[in-house]
């Protein structure tokens, strides 16, 4: 059975930090690329960031570029993803993603993050 728990979120300050973390089991973690999207009330599920199967690559959208940055422990079978310098608008569910080519995707159940003062 595959799971993708996402754990992590919470509430915080605009400013404030976060870490995002998504631990994988059932699937060959290694050969995945994982992503992180997030969805906010109202609004359709969006990109955040995408990390390659060996981790060597990155990319973000542009709204987070220089204060959120992936990464992934392959032995752990863990994403993260380090959010800085929040702001309001970052406001969302956040959800891990995972993909692989001619093979099924999943998804985690989504952890809430909201930036308020």
């Known amino acids: 059975q595959v799971q993708l728990v996402e754990s992590g979120g919470g509430l915080v300050q605009p400013g404030g930090s976060l870490r995002l973390s998504c631990a994988a089991s059932g699937i060959l973690f290694s050969s995945y690329a994982m992503s992180w999207y997030r969805q906010a009330p109202g609004n359709e599920r969006e990109l955040v960031t995408t990390?390659?199967?060996?981790?060597?690559?990155?990319n973000y959208v542009d709204s987070v570029k220089g204060r959120f940055t992936i990464s992934r422990d392959n032995a752990k079978r863990t994403v993260y993803l380090q959010m800085n310098s929040l702001k309001p608008e970052d406001t969302a569910v956040y959800y891990c993603?995972?993909?692989?080519?001619?093979?099924?995707?999943?998804w985690g159940q989504g952890t809430q993050v909201t930036v308020s003062s």
């Open positions: 993603h995972a993909r692989r080519y001619n093979a099924p995707a999943y």
């Open positions: 990390i390659t199967s060996a981790g060597g690559k990155t």
